[in-house]
């Protein structure tokens, strides 16, 4: 969850007193111990507020776990066509006890098989309990870090389905960046829409450019067509950023005459998908539009990982390990990485971990300097001094306050970022030169090779696992909804709820410090 900025009201823990003030601490936000405050040299740990968009709590009162709960209930309740439209389920067409789908179902197999889903089941979305607001990677709803129990929808396949499935026609559409594992995806919904009796699927090409171009038409999907695309990185339905007017879109729909729609991408895609599912319901008409989580960043709030991130770590590590080679054959050699990551830096701490041989991890969630005592700089000086090469991994959205701001944004809306990579190869260049000491740098980008290779076998289970479920929420008569992983289990959110931020690396969690200790780098401040 993104940390708010600091505020009046946050409190601190003295090291020295070893007590917790609060001063007011709204209820509508958690709390988090997010480092010490090295500006006020009083060795204070900071503990700052984390917005969770929930009413106003009075913690004095007994009952505001009760509130809490009642509120989180209400947010991540699943929209249903059935708050919009007068729909009856009918008994499910989905089996795995028969070879096709199955014809004039009276509901007796599903009494006897126990494969399906309750709608009542739920999973937790947190599950540990912190004793102190001082814990690594302590999320608190109240000073006392009390533990409240918050459910979220259990994902799969449910006995009554809302949908006929011969008469369905279903679409799918792939949105923003490539990424590892799309066909994986698209390949395992037209899989389980078949399995379901449905044989109208088409693709939409080029993301929501495909609604309103009039030169890229609909793709027919089959279990022919699209048997083997996972054997190829890329899209098969291709991708596109922006897209156009969401009533269009909707009209775009309603005259394609589309029941389901399965929509591919991050948080700007979800943002859209969750637009076109809002216009769909004012209109009142019988389409369920589910999200399949897409970021190569594993950057979606509430999920344990989005598929594409594995492959990008394990792809990463190729680029790292020739980045070591070349550093440790150099004189004074320095290997110098850069990998994606706008606003967060999983991919960087995780192949940074992996490969075992990085001694700097820089992310864009904790600030570095490069100069002076405790700089950057001046810890490579200490690694070529000491091991005689250095090897750098590096996030492409780190240290972009030392780049010149250009204001410019990308189709998606996204901030065009300044090249740190080369901005760090200049700077370590120059001040190795203005020391007198020979450097040998050596900078490595893989960006766009992480992005269009094949998805690895990691993944490739997890795009399997969320095809089917987007598949099975549909018939649930769910929209509005995204699939993902939280705590290892598969559920379902509403949309709003992981697209109010992107997920950051909390500098105080343990795989943070996990990093630190295996890098063995400084505190760069």
Sequence with gaps: ????????????????????????????????????????RTNQLVVRAVSVDHPQLDFSNPNWKEQFQEDFDKRFSLPHLRDVIDVEPRPTTFSLKSRTPLENVNGSMQESWNGYVNDDDRALLKVIKFASPTSAGAVCIDPDCSWVEQWVHRAGPRKQIYFEPQYVKAGIVTC??????????????????????????????????????????????????VQNINLAGGSFLGVSRGGANISDIVDSIQA???????????????????????????????????????????????????????????????????????????FHGIGLVKLMGRSSGFITMHASLSSGQ?????????????DGPNGVLQHLEHLIETKGFALVCVAE???????QKSNATDAS??????????????????????????????????????????ANASDAILCTVLGQNAVHGAFAGFSGITTGVCNTHNVYLPIPEVIKSTRFIDPNSRMWHRCLTSTGQPDFH
């Design 358 to 370: 990085v001694d700097i991890c820089l992310i864009p969630e904790v600030p570095f300097t490069l």
């Design 413 to 454: 809306g996204n901030m065009v970022l300044g090249d740190i990579g080369v901005h760090l190869q200049h700077k370590i260049k120059s001040h190795f030169k203005n020391i007198g000491v020979h450097s040998d740098v050596k900078y490595i980008d893989p960006t766009y090779m992480l992005r269009a290779v094949r």
């Design 397 to 403: 959205g780190a240290g972009q306050e030392y780049l």
């Design 1 to 40: 969850m993104a940390l708010a900025q600091p505020m009046d009201y946050a409190g601190s823990i003295s090291s020295g007193q070893k007590h917790l003030r609060y001063f007011g601490v709204h209820a509508s936000s958690r709390l988090q111990c997010v480092g010490y405050d090295r500006k006020s």
């Design 176 to 225: 923003g960046g490539l990424c590892p594992g799309l066909n994986d995806v698209i390949r395992q919904i037209v899989l389980t829409l078949e399995k379901y009796g449905v044989k109208n699927i088409v693709g939409i090409q080029h993301g929501f450019r495909g609604f309103f171009e009039d030169h890229l038409s609909e793709v027919p999907l089959s279990r022919h067509v």
């Design 256 to 330: 394609r005459r589309l029941d389901m729609l399965f929509v591919l991408g991050g948080n700007g895609t979800h943002a859209g998908a969750n637009a076109i599912h809002d216009e769909c319901r004012k209109r009142k008409l019988q389409v369920s539009i589910v999200g399949v989580p897409k970021t190569i960043d594993n950057d979606i709030l509430l999920m344990d990982k989005t598929f594409g991130f594995d492959t990008a770590v394990e792809a990463a590590q190729r680029a790292i390990n020739s980045a070591y080679i070349e550093a440790h054959s150099a």
